[in-house]
C-alpha cells in the first residue's frame, strides 16, 4: 500500500517535471487521494492547472474561484477581477491546452477591472488633485472624509 503511494508520487512528480519542461506551463495530475476502501488509489485522473504564483489547483476548483472571483467583481470589489486575471494569468493569455471556461472568465473579469478603473479613477483623481476649485464647494464639504463623525459609529476618534 506505501510502495503504491509512493510510486504513484513519485510517477505523479516525474510527468508533472516533463511537462512543465516541454511545454513551461505546468499541467499536471494532483497528488494522490486515498481511494473509497482506503486502497491508495491516485487521483491520476484530475486535471490540475497553476497559478501564476505556483499553487496548483483542481481544474474544478479553479473553475469555481475564477467564476466566483468574476460574479463577485460586480458588489464593487475590483481588485477581484485584477485578483482573478493574476492568478489564472496563463490561462488568460490562453496557452496551449487552457481550460476554455476560465479563460471566459478572466477574459471577462479583465474587461470588468479595465472598464471599472476607467470610469474611477478619473473620479478619484478628479476629487483629489483639484478639489473644491472644480467642485462645488458644497458638494466638496459633504465629499470630504474628515468631516465623518466616528464617534457615532463607535469608533474611537483622535
Not at 44 to 64: H, L
Not at 85 to 98: D, I, N, Q, T
Not at 107 to 119: C, D, E, M
Amino acid at each position: 500500500l506505501r510502495l503504491n503511494a509512493f510510486v504513484t508520487i513519485s510517477h505523479s512528480y516525474r510527468f508533472n517535471l516533463q511537462s512543465y519542461r516541454s511545454t513551461g506551463a505546468f499541467r499536471g495530475f494532483a497528488a494522490p487521494v486515498a481511494g473509497p476502501w482506503g486502497l491508495g488509489a491516485s487521483a491520476m485522473d484530475v486535471p490540475t492547472i497553476e497559478s501564476i504564483d505556483g499553487e496548483v489547483f483542481p481544474i474544478e476548483k479553479a473553475r469555481k474561484m475564477a467564476r466566483r472571483y468574476f460574479y463577485f467583481g460586480f458588489a464593487f470589489l475590483p481588485w477581484l477581477w485584477f485578483t482573478s486575471v493574476w492568478l489564472f494569468w496563463h490561462e488568460f493569455r490562453g496557452r496551449p491546452g487552457a481550460d476554455p471556461e476560465i479563460r471566459k472568465f478572466t477574459k471577462w473579469s479583465a474587461i470588468g477591472f479595465a472598464v471599472y478603473s476607467a470610469i474611477f479613477l478619473p473620479w478619484f483623481l478628479l476629487y483629489i488633485i483639484a478639489g473644491d476649485s472644480v467642485l462645488d464647494p458644497y458638494i466638496y464639504w459633504i465629499l470630504d472624509a474628515t468631516r465623518l463623525n466616528v464617534a457615532a459609529l463607535g469608533l474611537p476618534s483622535s
